[in-house]
């Protein structure tokens, strides 16, 4: 007997245990997942889990659910992040920043930040701490510039400490003056700083009309699936054609993988990730796009990255679901999946009911969600609706499971997610 027909009838034994009545119970109904939509997230393999420390190992059992308003308006649509950039980056150490380091920019009052880079990222002490008194700007005339002469604004770390935004020790930040133009400048340090130490300069173009966008096509990625990235350059928003376009993912390790590029039906540029390198490691990785280009004289450099997860699924629901109904208005509705595992962890399955209003009209009733430990094999996960926490619904049948989602808690990982995964009575 091969491991899928064993498979088979492991999950058959399971689905009778689930829809086995007793004395204190209802008798459940078996209804079948549907079939997964576009954007859904299934595993389809699974794979053995890396060999890392547990985040959540908790054998605590919750269960929760809350009422929601039927006008919500929810979504149950992953949503990557979409970057919008005007900047660019660059590495440089510390002898070209004493010789006189080049940026470009393509319109007035440029925002510049400077921050070394440790060369311990665990012990950022002993970073140099620059000042902006310590900067010389010069600019295409060769004119030089101090910090009167040349900046609008400027900030340390230590000034800008409780702003939003963390910034790294010894950061600085300039913006130019507006009278300055745009153009080419060279940002040159007036103190000694040694040579293998690196810096991160960012140049933020905030009033330009150059733009580069980035969307990935999902926000997670399971081995063998494909991601894709779109990518546009805009002239105060004319799609421009880039002279050149590099794109590589950055890993939660730091190891890099060059991404390839192609033309896009409508003059964009699309990038597609394949990961199937199962050595690769699982977290959550960044998809990095450089663009330059020249319009009218001017050169364009453009960076942005967005993020998304790499998952090995090491567990996944099968298809099918028992529903108990409430014994009266106080009880509640329980909806038991099956669980294969080939790993054992702390596992989350959330979900939204939906019912049917007297127009036909689909309504958010309530969110559950339950965690709790589980051993590899077969195993069953409950959706706890309790419904004497509706105040009142006049909601009906045919009712629905939205945004079904299943995560690894003990190791942060999503492994099922579906828009619209059961429909019932």
Known sequence: MDRSTTKVILQGLLLNLILLPTANTLAQSAVDLLPLGTGDLAAETQFASPAKPLVNSSREDVSVSWELPRSANLSNTSKPHAALSREYWLTA????????????????????????????????????????????????????????????RSATAAQIGNAPITFPPGTVILQLKESL?????????????????LFSLHVLDKNSRFKLFLQASDDTVFPGNELTARITVTD??????????????LGPDGKQVTVNNTPGPDGSIEALVRIDDQELDTGLWELHVITTGVSKGL??????KTVFAYSRPNAALIDRAGITPPANHNDSLRISFGLDAIAAGRFELRGTLFGTASDGQKLPMMFASSAGWR??????????????????????????IRDLRLIDQSRMMLLHRQKVALRFQ
Request: cysteine-free.
């Open 93 to 152: 150490d510390g002898g070209q920043l004493q010789q006189g380091l080049r940026i470009r920019t393509t319109a007035p009052g440029a925002v510049i930040k400077i921050s070394p880079i440790p060369v311990n990222s665990v012990n950022s002490s002993g970073v140099p701490e620059l000042k902006p008194e310590q900067l010389i700007i010069v600019d295409s005339q060769g004119t030089q510039h101090t910090q009167s002469s040349a900046l609008f």
């Open 181 to 197: 133009g745009h153009g080419e400048f060279r940002i040159r340090a007036g103190v000694g700083l040694n040579s293998r130490q």
């Open 236 to 249: 105060n928003d004319t799609l421009q054609a880039p002279r050149s376009v590099q794109t590589h993912l």
């Open 299 to 304: 050169q364009v450099q453009r960076n942005a």
């Open 375 to 400: 051993e590899a094999g077969q195993s069953t996960m409950t959706l706890k609706f309790d419904l004497d926490k509706l105040a009142g619904s006049r909601l009906r049948g045919p009712f629905e």
